[in-house]
C-alpha cells in the first residue's frame, strides 16, 4: 500500500513529520494504515498498539507489526528510548488516564506527535449554545455513542504539555474540512477543528 490511500488528513500530516529511517511506535494504530504508508514511504521500522482485536486484524493483514494491549495499563512493557517516535493519533481523548500515557510516551521516545479535536472550535460552541453537544468531522459521534472520555480545547491541551514538561516544538491547526489553515494557525482555539503537536520528551530517567 502506498500513498495517502485510507489516511485521514491528521495521519497524512504526522506521515510527514516523521523523520526517515525512524523506529515508530503507533498507540492507538487502528487499521494500520498510517504505519503501512510510514513503511512503504518513509522506509521506518514500526510497531502498531491497539486494544482492538478487529482493527489489529485489519492492520495485521497490511503486513503491519502489532501488539494487542491496553494504553493505560500495558505501555510499561516499552524499554526507555526504545523508539525514535511516538505516535498517539486522535487516541488521547479517549484514554482513561492520559497522564500516564503521555509519561510513557516521553520516556520511551524523544519524538512524540499528537494529533487531537478542539472542543473549543467555533462550530462546537455555537453547538453548546443550541443546546446540543457537537458532532462535527473531528468530532463525529452522538453523545450516547462515542469512545471519547475527555475533550480539551488548544489552550488547555498545550497549558497541560506544559505542566507535564514537554515541549510544543510545533503545531499544525487544522481547519474544520481537516486541512492547515492560515486563520486556524493564527487563532487556533478558537478557529482550529483539530491540531498536530510535535512534542519534544525531556525525560531523564
Given at each position: 500500500?502506498?500513498?495517502?490511500?485510507?489516511?485521514?488528513?491528521?495521519?497524512?500530516?504526522?506521515?510527514?513529520?516523521?523523520?526517515?529511517?525512524?523506529?515508530?511506535?503507533?498507540?492507538?494504530?487502528?487499521?494500520?494504515?498510517?504505519?503501512?504508508?510510514?513503511?512503504?514511504?518513509?522506509?521506518?521500522?514500526?510497531?502498531?498498539?491497539?486494544?482492538?482485536?478487529?482493527?489489529?486484524?485489519?492492520?495485521?493483514?497490511?503486513?503491519?507489526?502489532?501488539?494487542?494491549?491496553?494504553?493505560?495499563?500495558?505501555?510499561?512493557?516499552?524499554?526507555?528510548?526504545?523508539?525514535?517516535?511516538?505516535?498517539?493519533?486522535?487516541?488521547?481523548?479517549?484514554?482513561?488516564?492520559?497522564?500516564?500515557?503521555?509519561?510513557?510516551?516521553?520516556?520511551?521516545?524523544?519524538?512524540?506527535?499528537?494529533?487531537?479535536?478542539?472542543?473549543?472550535?467555533?462550530?462546537?460552541?455555537?453547538?453548546?449554545?443550541?443546546?446540543?453537544?457537537?458532532?462535527?468531522?473531528?468530532?463525529?459521534?452522538?453523545?450516547?455513542?462515542?469512545?471519547?472520555?475527555?475533550?480539551?480545547?488548544?489552550?488547555?491541551?498545550?497549558?497541560?504539555?506544559?505542566?507535564?514538561?514537554?515541549?510544543?516544538?510545533q503545531r499544525i491547526s487544522l481547519g474544520g474540512r481537516g486541512r492547515p489553515t492560515r486563520a486556524a494557525g493564527l487563532a487556533p482555539n478558537l478557529l482550529a477543528g483539530s491540531t498536530v503537536h510535535v512534542l519534544g520528551s525531556?525525560?531523564?530517567?
Amino acid at each position: 500500500m502506498s500513498g495517502q490511500t485510507g489516511l485521514r488528513p491528521d495521519q497524512v500530516i504526522i506521515s510527514d513529520l516523521v523523520p526517515t529511517g525512524s523506529r515508530v511506535l503507533d498507540l492507538g494504530c487502528g487499521d494500520g494504515v498510517l504505519l503501512r504508508r510510514l513503511m512503504d514511504e518513509r522506509y521506518c521500522l514500526g510497531t502498531g498498539v491497539d486494544s482492538d482485536t478487529s482493527e489489529l486484524l485489519r492492520a495485521a493483514a497490511l503486513g503491519v507489526p502489532v501488539l494487542e494491549m491496553d494504553l493505560d495499563a500495558d505501555l510499561g512493557e516499552f524499554h526507555d528510548d526504545s523508539y525514535d517516535v511516538v505516535v498517539l493519533s486522535r487516541t488521547l481523548q479517549a484514554v482513561p488516564r492520559p497522564g500516564r500515557v503521555l509519561a510513557d510516551m516521553a520516556r520511551i521516545g524523544r519524538l512524540l506527535i499528537v494529533s487531537m479535536p478542539n472542543f473549543g472550535y467555533w462550530r462546537n460552541r455555537l453547538r453548546l449554545l443550541s443546546g446540543h453537544m457537537p458532532v462535527s468531522k473531528d468530532l463525529p459521534f452522538e453523545w450516547h455513542d462515542t469512545p471519547n472520555v475527555r475533550y480539551s480545547t488548544v489552550a488547555d491541551l498545550e497549558s497541560w504539555f506544559a505542566e507535564a514538561g514537554v515541549d510544543v516544538l510545533q503545531r499544525i491547526s487544522l481547519g474544520g474540512r481537516g486541512r492547515p489553515t492560515r486563520a486556524a494557525g493564527l487563532a487556533p482555539n478558537l478557529l482550529a477543528g483539530s491540531t498536530v503537536h510535535v512534542l519534544g520528551s525531556n525525560w531523564t530517567g
